[in-house]
C-alpha cells in the first residue's frame, strides 16, 4: 500500500459524505465530484518541480516560483470520469484532456476498448487517470495498460472511493502505479458495487438511473 494515498482532508470528507448520501441531486453529485477532484489534483501534485523565475509586482521586483511544466494530461475513464475532468483542468489550465471508452465483455468479463482518444505526444507528458470508482480494478488495469503502451512514463491513478479488491488488481499489475483516493471503502458487493460507495458514479453524474 506504500504507493496508495488515502487523502485525508476534511474538506474532502465533508464532500465526499456530501456524494454518498442517497437525495444528493445530480447537479449538487456534479459540483461534489469536480471539488473533491481539485483536492485530489492538489495532493497528488505535491511533488511537481517549480522553477524561480523574476517578476516584478506593482510594488517591487521578486522572485517568484512557478510549475516547470504545467501541462500534464488528464485522461477520463468513460463514462464517469468525465465528472472529474472539469475539476482537473480548472487547477491546469493549459491541460490536454484524453478519452479512453471500455465496456466489459458479458462472457469473458474481459474489459474490451471502444474509444480512445489521447493527445499524439502523451508519450512526453504527466498523466493523471481519472476514475471516479476503482472497484474491481479491470477497467483501470486496462487503462494503464494503454497508457503504457502509448509510452507515458508518469501516471498517477486519481479515484474517489476505492475497494481493497481493485487496489489490490491493479498493484499486481502496476507496482510502480501512485493511487490517491478520496476514501478505501470496505468492499465489494455481489453486483461489484463499492460498499458503502455512493452507487454508480456514471448515473448520479448524468442522472440516468
Ligand atoms: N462503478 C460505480 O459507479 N460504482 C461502484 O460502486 C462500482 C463501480
Given at each position: 500500500m506504500e504507493n496508495v494515498v488515502v487523502v485525508n482532508h476534511p474538506l474532502v470528507r465533508h464532500k465526499l459524505t456530501l456524494c454518498r448520501k442517497?437525495?444528493?441531486?445530480n447537479w449538487q453529485f456534479r459540483d461534489l465530484v469536480e471539488e473533491i477532484t481539485a483536492l485530489l489534483i492538489y495532493e497528488a501534485t505535491k511533488d511537481m518541480e517549480t522553477v524561480e523565475i523574476d517578476i516584478v509586482t506593482p510594488v517591487a521586483a521578486a522572485k517568484g516560483d512557478v510549475v516547470k511544466n504545467p501541462n500534464p494530461v488528464f485522461v477520463a475513464v468513460l463514462r464517469a470520469g468525465l465528472g472529474m475532468v472539469s475539476g482537473a483542468l480548472r487547477l491546469f489550465p493549459y491541460a490536454r484532456a484524453g478519452h479512453i471508452g471500455l465496456y466489459r465483455d458479458h462472457d469473458t468479463h474481459v474489459p474490451v476498448e471502444y474509444y480512445c482518444n489521447l493527445p499524439?505526444?502523451?508519450?512526453e507528458l504527466d498523466c493523471f487517470l481519472l476514475e471516479p470508482m476503482l472497484a474491481t480494478g479491470g477497467s483501470a488495469t486496462y487503462a494503464v495498460d494503454m497508457l503504457k503502451k502509448a509510452g507515458v512514463k508518469k501516471i498517477k491513478l486519481l479515484s474517489l472511493i476505492a475497494a481493497p479488491e481493485g487496489i489490490k488488481r491493479i498493484t499486481a499489475s502496476h507496482p510502480d502505479l501512485k493511487i490517491y483516493l478520496g476514501a478505501l471503502d470496505e468492499k465489494l458487493n455481489e453486483n461489484a458495487y463499492?460498499?458503502?460507495?455512493?452507487?454508480?458514479a456514471g448515473d448520479r453524474l448524468f442522472g440516468t438511473a
Open positions: 442517497k437525495e444528493t441531486e499524439p505526444n502523451i508519450d463499492i460498499v458503502p460507495g455512493l452507487g454508480d
